[in-house]
Each structure stands twice: as C-alpha cells, then as structure tokens.
C-alpha cells in the first residue's frame, strides 16, 4: 500500500506504511526513523519506530507538518533505491518461562477458549522463534512477530489496572513480555523473572528491534542479575539538602519538562502534568523553564526549610502555610532557614507545583529528573516522597527579600517580574463541565485508514482540514463525561456514552500524550504525560496540546466535554 501520513495530536506526525506486520516492512520502518533522526533537522525531535508505522515528533514553532511530511516521502524515496540495505546484526536471545499458575492466570482459560491442553497452548507457544519488531507500550516491552495463529486471543474488554513485572501474555496474534508492573489488556500465560530494561544500562533495554526470541519453558526460574554494561557511575557532587520531608501529602512527586528521546525504548515522557503551572513556579523563582520542581496531588506535603529560600507554588488553589502564617499563591516567598511550608488540600483542580529558587538537583536518569512512577526511576528515588526524606537544592541568586529577614517576618511576599502572569487555568476549572478542544485521531473514522495531510494555511502548520462526518468523533464530542477514580498520571479513564470504533483493534502504533484511545468495552481513555508510547486501541482523537495542563487539573467525578478544534 501507499505510505498514508495521519497527525497524531498537533506536535506529530504518523506514517503509516502498511495495515500488515512483515519483516520487510518493519525493516523499513526502522531505516526510515534512522534515516530522519541522523539529518538532524531543526524542529524535529525523536521518531518512534513500530511495526508498520512510525511517528515523528516535531515542534510546530519551529517546522511545519507539511515539510514533515515531504521530508518522510523523501526518506522513502532515498530507502527505495537501497531495498537490500542491512540493518545490525540480530541476536539470539533465550527468555525462560514458567507457564501457567499464578503468574500465567489465563493460560487454562485461554487452552479451553481453544478447545486444546494448556500444554498444547504451551507448545504451539515456544515451538516458535520471535522476531522483535519494535519496544513499545513501557520501558523495554518487546512487541514480537511470529506467533502461531492458532493461539491468537482477543484482547481483555477492560484492561487489568495492574500486570505484575516479567507476565507474559498474548493479545490478537502478538506476544510480549511486560518488564515492569503496569495496566494493559493481553491475556496473561506465563511469567519470567529476567530483567528486560535498566535505566543505569549503557543500552537500556535487553532487546531490540531485528532481535530474535524464544521461549524457553520451565519449572520455576530466579531472578537473574544485569550483565549490561553500566552508562558510567558519575563521581560523587556536593548538594545542600534544602528541604526535609515532614508529612509527604498525598503525592509529591520531582518533575521537570519530561524526559525526551527514549520514545523507541517505550519511556513515556513523563515531566509535569500541567506544564503551564510547573513553568509559572520556576519562572516565579527565576529558575531555568526546565528546572526541577514538585508536583503536588489533592493534598499537599508539609516541609522543613534548612536554609534561607525563595519557593513559589502555583496551580491548583490550596492555602499555603510558612509557620502558621499564609502566603499566597503565583508569587516569589522568601523563607527563612528553619521555618515549615505547609500545603494543605487543593480545591478546584487536583495538582499544583512548588518550585524553589535553584531547582531540586536531583540525579539525572535517560536525561531526565522526572519521576517515572511505573518504572520507578527518576525523580527521588523513582517515587513520591516519603517522610524523612531530604531534598537536595541548588544555588540561587542573592535576592532583596533576605533584607526583610532582620524584620522578624517568618516569611515574605517578593515582588513579581511585571511579565509574569499567573496562568488562567483556574479560571476554567470552575466550571461545572471543563471542555477539551479535540482534532481527529488516526481511527477516528473506525476504519483502518488514516487522513491524509493537507495542504495549510497558517505559519505554525496546526490548522488542519479533515473530512466531514466522522461518526465516532462526533459522537464522543455530543455528551459529557465523567472522570473515573481509577485515573493517574497515565490516563483519565472516562464514563458516560459508551462508543464503537466498529473494528476490533489496530497494529500496535505510537500514542502521544493526548491521544484519546477506545477499549472495546466503548469508555474512552484520554492518555496522560506517564502514558504508554504505542499501543493497540483505536486512536479516535487527540487533546491539543495546549488543552492538556488543563486535562491535568481534573480529579475523580469531574465532569469533562470534548469540542472539535478548529
């Protein structure tokens, strides 16, 4: 078929290449994201390889879709003329399964759904060798080709909230392995207890792309040790511990922008979930935009200050505390060495940011201080803070406020930059239902085509002309949903008017923050900054990017409605 170019959300852009899974093709996917990466375009960040497809990430400030696009065709042009270029080398990887049991919960329903033994399952599964088309989903997941069609299994209606680390399972006619604990919706057959992914590893994940696989089944297995190579052990740095934890709040959590260029490995993003709070506080504090910062869920954290700082707190409205004395919101506070910030419960939104002049210098992991809950890497110690626990802080400038000190204030409002404005977010959340500006996903037709790219009319390249009468996106856009409590940093799951894609699934592709996905049982998932990089629900639209700091604010029973951008 001919390569059909779709927007995937409005800062990429997807390239289908075929609706098939073939090594020629996959082969191909993978030149073409090498090929893209190694120019070294201005504009263009990572590009995510999957089966048959691949995205290309972009910042529409700086380069249009449509010169994207061109750019692909011509990658595809140049991949044509050398059809027989050769990828590295594949390796030949043993991976040891104990079938069945507690860590293979569906195989015996699986076996019967088949009219077949689970040892029959069992064998038809491991007679086989697996080629790894693409990582994806989480952090190292392998998504493998090859699998006998007869145990093909349809994916679970609701996916499991939790998947222990090392499962695997089968969903539609692929197998795969999960490396760590997270949702997802494969029948479960067999567990492993090897370590698929390391973000301290010079090559992080223990498999790639071209790799060839078998299982191997046994009685039991034990964990095994990393033989990956180290990235490197930086030596020791001198940071001041600024900020001791007294009472961690519900959830706090150490974030930046995100962590960027591992997309391929299957590392989401991550970074703050209301990007435009988190940079309100550092800019509040005069930090670096991507300086690290915390992030503040429902209920807030009560902290001890061991030296003179500046802090700001922006976001969701909560009363803030410095020794028993209030403070206000989206400005600079000075707080002296020994005095207590308090945060107490946020109202309105769910998450706000305290930024502290200087950063919270924490180690970087893959390029990133965030923290990546479901990997537990990242952030402090690839968790939320617990009590005791001591923050590291970093240098700031000298600032008018410390004059105020010998005043006997326990903590003072400084004056804000005259360009600084508190972000309006809140002003939104008000409403007793929060709209979300839509533009089509690449299913949201429920066909298995995507839309072609238009020619556009405005210098960022985010106008974009789609065909009419998108059945699926006008359905989800004429009723409002409500926020379930089972969501988190990876995606809000969503109730109200159950809706049809009208296919049952789709090759497993890239997803972006923003990407409304629909399960089959028809309750649509808007993915979040912790979300999977790929998988295999029906993409039926994408949140603008600027709409998702406000997505982020939205706690359980908050009632939402999409509209279709402009």
Same mark, same amino acid.
């Given at each position: 078929?001919?390569?059909?170019?779709?927007?995937?959300?409005?800062?990429?852009?997807?390239?289908?290449?075929?609706?098939? +899974?073939?090594?020629?093709?996959n082969n191909l996917a993978i030149r073409l994201a090498q090929a893209i990466e190694t120019a070294q375009i201005p504009g263009?960040?990572?590009?995510?390889?999957?089966? =048959?497809?691949?995205?290309?990430?972009?910042?529409?400030?700086?380069?249009?879709?449509?010169?994207?696009?061109?750019?692909?065709?011509?990658?595809?042009?140049?991949?044509?003329?050398?059809?027989?270029?050769?990828?590295?080398?594949?390796?030949?990887?043993?991976?040891?399964?104990?079938?069945?049991?507690?860590?293979?919960?569906?195989?015996?329903? *699986?076996?019967?759904?088949?009219?077949?033994?689970?040892?029959?399952?069992?064998?038809?599964?491991?007679?086989?060798?697996?080629?790894?088309?693409?990582?994806?989903?989480?952090?190292?997941?392998?998504?493998?080709?090859?699998?006998?069609?007869?145990?093909?299994?349809?994916?679970?209606?609701?996916?499991?909230?939790?998947?222990?680390?090392?499962?695997?399972?089968?969903?539609?006619?692929?197998?795969?392995?999960?490396?760590?604990?997270?949702?997802?919706?494969?029948?479960?057959?067999?567990?492993?207890?090897?370590?698929?992914?390391?973000?301290?590893?010079?090559?992080?994940?223990?498999?790639?792309?071209?790799?060839?696989?078998?299982?191997?089944?046994?009685?039991? @297995?034990?964990?095994?040790?990393?033989?990956?190579?180290?990235?490197?052990? *930086?030596?020791?740095?001198?940071?001041?511990?600024?900020?001791?934890?007294?009472?961690?709040?519900?959830?706090?959590?150490?974030?930046?922008?995100?962590?960027f260029g591992y997309r391929h490995l299957g590392v989401p993003v991550s970074g703050a979930a209301d990007l435009q709070s988190?940079?309100? *506080?550092?800019?509040?504090?005069?930090?670096?935009?991507?300086?690290?910062?915390?992030?503040?869920?429902?209920?807030?954290?009560?902290?001890?200050?061991?030296?003179?700082?500046?802090?700001?707190?922006?976001?969701?409205?909560?009363?803030?505390?410095?020794?028993?004395?209030?403070?206000?919101?989206?400005?600079? +506070?000075?707080?002296? =060495?020994?005095?207590?910030? #308090?945060?107490?419960?946020?109202?309105?939104?769910?998450?706000?940011?305290?930024?502290?002049?200087?950063?919270?210098?924490?180690?970087?992991?893959?390029?990133?201080?965030?923290?990546?809950?479901?990997?537990?890497?990242?952030?402090?110690?690839?968790?939320?803070?617990?009590?005791?626990?001591?923050?590291?802080?970093?240098?700031?400038?000298?600032?008018?406020?410390?004059?105020?000190?010998?005043?006997?204030?326990?903590?003072?409002?400084?004056?804000?930059?005259?360009? +600084?404005?508190?972000?309006?977010?809140?002003?939104?959340?008000?409403? *007793?239902?929060?709209?979300?500006?839509?533009?089509?996903?690449? #299913?949201?037709?429920?066909?298995? @085509?995507?839309?072609?790219?238009?020619?556009?009319?405005?210098?960022?390249? =985010?106008?974009? =002309?789609?065909?009419?009468?998108?059945?699926?996106?006008?359905?989800?856009?004429?009723?409002?949903?409500?926020?379930?409590? #089972?969501?988190?940093?990876?995606?809000?799951?969503?109730?109200?008017?159950?809706?049809?894609?009208?296919?049952?699934?789709?090759?497993?592709?890239?997803?972006?923050?923003?990407?409304?996905?629909?399960?089959?049982?028809?309750?649509?998932?808007?993915?979040?900054?912790?979300?999977?990089?790929?998988?295999?629900?029906?993409?039926?639209?994408?949140?603008?990017?600027?709409?998702?700091?406000?997505?982020?604010?939205?706690?359980?029973?908050?009632?939402?409605?999409?509209?279709?951008?402009?």
């Open positions: 078929m001919e390569p059909v170019f779709s927007m995937l959300g409005d800062k990429a852009v997807c390239v289908t290449l075929s609706n098939k +899974i073939s090594p020629e093709v263009i960040g990572e590009v995510q390889p999957a089966y =048959a497809s691949i995205a290309v990430h972009f910042d529409p400030e700086q380069v249009r879709a449509t010169y994207v696009q061109e750019l692909v065709r011509e990658a595809l042009t140049q991949a044509a003329s050398c059809p027989d270029q050769e990828l590295s080398t594949p390796r030949a990887v043993d991976i040891p399964v104990v079938y069945g049991g507690e860590g293979g919960p569906d195989l015996t329903w *699986a076996a019967g759904r088949m009219g077949i033994s689970p040892d029959e399952l069992v064998r038809r599964h491991t007679e086989r060798t697996y080629r790894v088309y693409m990582i994806g989903f989480t952090p190292g997941f392998p998504y493998l080709g090859g699998m006998d069609e007869s145990i093909a299994l349809p994916r679970m209606d609701e996916p499991r909230k939790q998947v222990p680390a090392g499962s695997v399972g089968i969903g539609g006619n692929q197998t795969g392995i999960y490396p760590s604990e997270a949702p997802g919706g494969w029948r479960l057959i067999g567990h492993t207890d090897i370590s698929l992914f390391s973000p301290f590893a010079k090559e992080p994940s223990l498999l790639r792309p071209g790799d060839m696989v078998r299982f191997v089944p046994v009685s039991h @297995t034990a964990p095994s040790g990393d033989s990956r190579e180290p990235s490197g052990t *930086a030596a020791p740095s001198l940071t001041v511990q600024g900020l001791t934890v007294q009472a961690p709040g519900f959830l706090t959590l150490v974030v930046d922008e995100g962590r988190y940079h309100l *506080a550092n800019s509040l504090c005069g930090n670096h935009p991507n300086h690290a910062a915390l992030e503040i869920t429902l209920l807030g954290p009560r902290l001890r200050a061991n030296l003179d700082m500046t802090v700001a707190v922006t976001g969701s409205l909560a009363a803030i505390t410095v020794n028993g004395s209030e403070v206000p919101m989206n400005q600079p +506070i000075f707080v002296p =060495a020994g005095a207590e910030i #308090e945060i107490g419960s946020l109202s309105v939104g769910c998450r706000c940011y305290l930024a502290v002049a200087g950063g919270i210098p924490v180690p970087l992991v893959l390029g990133s201080r965030s923290t990546y809950l479901r990997g537990a890497f990242g952030g402090f110690h690839g968790r939320g803070l617990r009590k005791g626990d001591s923050l590291p802080v970093g240098p700031a400038p000298h600032h008018q406020a410390i004059a105020n000190k010998s005043a006997g204030a326990p903590a003072t409002t400084m004056p804000a930059s005259p360009c +600084i404005r508190p972000v309006p977010i809140l002003q939104r959340m008000s409403d *007793a239902e929060i709209t979300l500006r839509v533009i089509p996903g690449p #299913e949201c037709e429920g066909e298995r @085509t995507v839309h072609p790219i238009p020619v556009q009319t405005d210098h960022h390249g =985010a106008r974009l =002309a789609f065909p009419a009468g998108e059945g699926t996106l006008d359905a989800l856009c004429q009723e409002a949903y409500t926020v379930r409590p #089972e969501s988190d940093r990876m995606g809000l799951r969503l109730e109200g008017r159950r809706l049809s894609a009208k296919i049952g699934g789709i090759l497993s592709s890239p997803v972006v923050p923003g990407t409304i996905q629909l399960p089959p049982d028809g309750r649509p998932l808007l993915l979040m900054c912790d979300a999977q990089t790929s998988g295999g629900y029906p993409r039926i639209a994408c949140v603008v990017s600027e709409d998702l700091p406000l997505a982020a604010q939205l706690r359980p029973g908050a009632r939402v409605r999409f509209t279709r951008a402009t």
